[in-house]
């Protein structure tokens, strides 16, 4: 359970500070927008490996339905990130920034 960290989403631990939740959404979407390079695609499995490594995420639990959504969220309605195959498994996705 500590690996896999599956009780950070208990609010009752969260609120006795043991555990963290999942980040916030906007933050979340700042911190991937920061990363992703302009005009290199960069795969699901690094992206979601370089975050979920970043102090700020470092006690969060994020699974990667979350992750998967967020960026198909930017994709489909900001339009600030490019997915060149978004009709295959969001693990096969290759992203990039758009200027």
Not at 24 to 52: A, G
Not at 57 to 85: A, H
Request: proline share 6%; with cysteine.
């Amino acid at each position: 359970m500590l690996r896999y960290k599956i009780l950070n989403n208990c609010v009752s631990l969260s609120s006795l500070g043991l555990v963290n939740c999942f980040p916030e959404r906007s933050i979340f979407q700042e911190k991937l927008v920061n990363f992703l390079p302009h005009h290199t695609e960069i795969s699901f499995t690094e992206i979601h490996s370089q975050i979920i490594a970043d102090p700020d995420f470092y006690n969060c639990f994020i699974p990667p339905y979350f992750f998967r959504n967020i960026i198909f969220y930017l994709y489909r309605n900001q339009s600030v990130i490019n997915i060149t195959n978004p009709q295959d498994i969001y693990t096969q996705w290759n992203v990039s920034l758009l200027n």
